[in-house]
């Protein structure tokens, strides 16, 4: 693996690893296991913390360089993608912080309410930032 795939490589797993969190946490507290979906949510939200820092510091390194998309029949679609992707995930922090805070401080029925769309938002960019990242350092032909 190159040096410049390292940290992309990263951040995939670590959107990967939330997009999995996510998931089991919906199945916890769907069978009732309030105690574990706790714990694992706090975990979906701490991986995606880490997957933030490490992404716009590795921006920030990079000095904001884009990987350009090469394909030229599927590029509309992936920038599509793209953009549902990084705009759904400028709201991602925020709602996640709101719905840790209604849920630590027992406020159920405004975490449920919330989290009936934020939840899928919160999957929506984990999942797509796993694709994103194997359609631009996989599939696309600069970076074969």
Known sequence: MGEGLLLPTVNATLNLTATVLLLWGRHLIRSGREREHRRVMLSAFAVSVLFLVLYVGHKAARDFENTPFLIEWARPYYLVLLFSHVTLAMTVPVLAVLLILRGLR???????????????????????????????YHVNPTSM
Do not use: K
């Open 106 to 136: 027992d406020r159920r029925e405004a975490h449920r309410r919330l989290a009936r769309w934020a939840w899928p938002v919160w999957l929506y960019v984990s999942a797509t930032g796993v694709l994103i990242y194997v359609l631009l």
